[in-house]
């Protein structure tokens, strides 16, 4: 079983910065790919950024790619999104997300989400 707990979420002006941590438990966290998706309103819940088991590769949205950085200690067990340089159309609800297999069961989990809102 895996819980996922955002938090950072908040109010900053266009061209300023947030970090969102998410905070994992579970014994396997290191061995599996971790994301972050987001929910405008309106809109579909997207992927922003996703890292592997090792933080050794991750990749970006094209809306988001050189303003935020996603990065992982695994001693921890946490997750970071660290965004600049942030934009009205960032707006979402932002979760956190782990999806692996385990013995060909997929295995889907989700945080509760926190609120970014970028004021113009």
């Known amino acids: 079983q895996v819980q996922l707990v955002e938090s950072g979420g908040g109010l900053v002006q266009a061209g300023g910065s947030l970090t969102l941590s998410c905070a994992a438990s579970?014994?396997?966290?290191?061995?599996?790919?971790m994301s972050w998706y987001r929910q405008g309103p309106g809109k579909e819940r997207e992927l922003v950024a996703r890292i592997s088991d090792t933080g050794g590769s991750s990749n970006y949205a094209d809306s988001v790619k050189g303003r935020f950085t996603i990065s992982r200690d695994n001693a921890q067990k946490m997750v970071y999104l660290q965004m600049n340089s942030l934009k009205p159309e960032d707006t979402a609800v932002y979760y956190c997300n782990t999806y692996f297999r385990r013995v060909g069961v997929p295995n889907d989990y989700w945080g509760r989400g926190t609120q970014v809102t970028v004021s113009s």
């Open positions: 579970g014994q396997t966290f290191s061995s599996y790919a």
